[in-house]
């Protein structure tokens, strides 16, 4: 199983980052290994039947990396491209990501591999009810709780929610996170992840004399995430010259009107065809001048041969893993690029989906105004603790939050010991 983990380029991607952490803190052998392979692989067929009639069989699956500080915390993805190795990956870099936020959870992630956009919503309960019936041996509050992710949405989580409180013979809210607010959901929970990542950016910016509203952004992805970043950037003062998505890329150095984009995307399913910018290939508008450059879609964006055009003055991850091991040494060489990591660029999602769930067992309910800042308290110390990290310890930003979120998880584990 191993060996068929590494042949995956995303988890090889994440055990290389893991490696390097690991190198950095000298971490014992024995825990090393315990922190990098996942306790639980798990596949399941979900065989559903069309709208057409045929039955179809799907592959779904669930990657619990750790449970030794809490039950694990993750997405679960709808993706033609799904595979059991990048979940894997997206597991591992969120055990870090709880780790580093303080949050007590362990990695996990789920994914079907399916293409949502071409199946009705019936077919999608369908698939969704199906799947979480398999996984009913494995999940539960105190062991795992799922959110929506890449091709899923609270409608998901309000079907998974509906199917494990009906096994159960009572209501259990707590099962999953981001669901909507009348099943007891938290405010805030859908533009936490942009909001966080929005904020990240400005907390660079700051550090970097950058003021607000003279600056710019491009993005990459306009899905939750890349929505609400945009949004709330351009709350900030910010002006947003770049935005792609799956069906093209628009630019406008006058600054794109994200409002106007947004009900344009709700109607066009895309950004394709915005009246409001101009057309300009995907990739080269990766490397036009901007203050933040932030890829909001998926992994391995940034490459040894984009990494060398890029001209922001700061690189958010919104993404998971968009850069790969080898532009993390260009960038890191070139010295002139603020990098806000991974797991603590998108951290805003999982934060707030702690928050829920805490709201959850505690049958109460906070205001969005209370939850939104709560997460910035937490981004702003966390940032602190990176930026404090990397420059005692004259080390890039991404390793200086894997390490500090490796640790955390190494220190539990080396604590609770190993069961014979």
């Not at 105190?142 to 009572?170: C, E, F, I, L, R």
């Given at each position: 199983m191993k060996n068929d983990l590494m042949a995956n380029d995303v988890f090889r991607m994440a055990s290389t980052q893991f490696d390097r952490a690991a190198d950095y803190l000298d971490l014992d052998e024995s825990v090393r290994e315990r922190c990098k392979w996942p306790k639980r692989l798990i596949t399941v067929t979900v065989p559903i039947q069309r709208d057409c009639g045929k039955t179809e069989v799907f592959f779904g699956y669930r990657v619990q990396h750790h449970l030794s500080r809490g039950p694990v915390k993750g997405g679960l993805r709808y993706n033609p491209n799904v595979t059991l190795g990048e979940v894997a990956a997206l597991a591992m870099w969120m055990n870090w990501k709880c780790a580093l936020m303080g949050l007590p959870y362990g990695g996990g992630k789920g994914g079907i591999a399916c293409d949502p956009r071409s199946m009705s919503p019936g077919e999608l309960e369908n698939l969704t009810r199906r799947f979480t019936t398999e996984m009913l041996p494995f999940i539960?509050?105190?062991?795992?709780?799922?959110?929506?992710?890449?091709?899923?949405?609270?409608?998901?989580?309000?079907?998974?929610?509906?199917?494990?409180?009906?096994?159960?013979?009572?209501?259990?809210?707590?099962?999953?996170?981001?669901?909507?607010?009348e099943l007891q959901g938290s405010a805030g929970r859908t533009q936490a992840t942009g909001h966080g990542v929005a904020f990240t950016v400005t907390r660079a910016f700051y550090k970097l004399g950058i003021d607000d509203s003279k600056a710019t952004a491009i993005i990459q992805g306009f899905g939750n995430v890349g929505s609400y970043a945009a949004l709330t950037l351009s709350g900030y003062g910010v002006k947003i010259t770049g935005i792609s998505d799956i069906t093209g890329a628009i630019w406008n150095p006058k600054g794109i009107d994200v409002e106007k984009l947004i009900t344009h995307v709700a109607k066009e399913k895309g950004v394709k065809g915005f009246p409001g910018a101009e057309a300009i290939d995907p990739d080269e508008m990766l490397t036009q001048p901007c203050d933040a450059l932030i890829p909001a879609a998926m992994e391995r964006v940034i490459t040894k041969e984009n990494a060398t055009k890029l001209q922001c003055r700061v690189l958010a991850e919104a993404a998971n893993g968009p850069t790969t091991p080898e532009a993390d040494t260009i960038i890191e060489e070139r010295g002139d690029i603020f990098l806000i990591p991974d797991v603590l660029c998108n951290a805003g999602g999982v934060t707030v989906s702690y928050f829920e769930w805490v709201q959850n067992l505690q049958h109460y309910q906070w205001t969005e105004q209370e939850v939104l800042t709560k997460l910035e308290t937490m981004l702003e110390k966390t940032f602190e603790n990176v930026t404090h990290f990397a420059k005692t310890h004259q080390t890039s930003h991404r390793v200086a939050a894997l390490a500090l979120g490796v640790k955390e998880v190494a220190t539990v584990k080396a604590t609770r010991g190993l069961f014979p």
């Open positions: 539960g509050p105190k062991t795992d709780v799922m959110a929506p992710d890449m091709g899923t949405n609270a409608q998901t989580m309000a079907w998974m929610t509906d199917v494990y409180s009906t096994y159960t013979g009572h209501l259990v809210p707590s099962i999953v996170t981001g669901k909507p607010l």
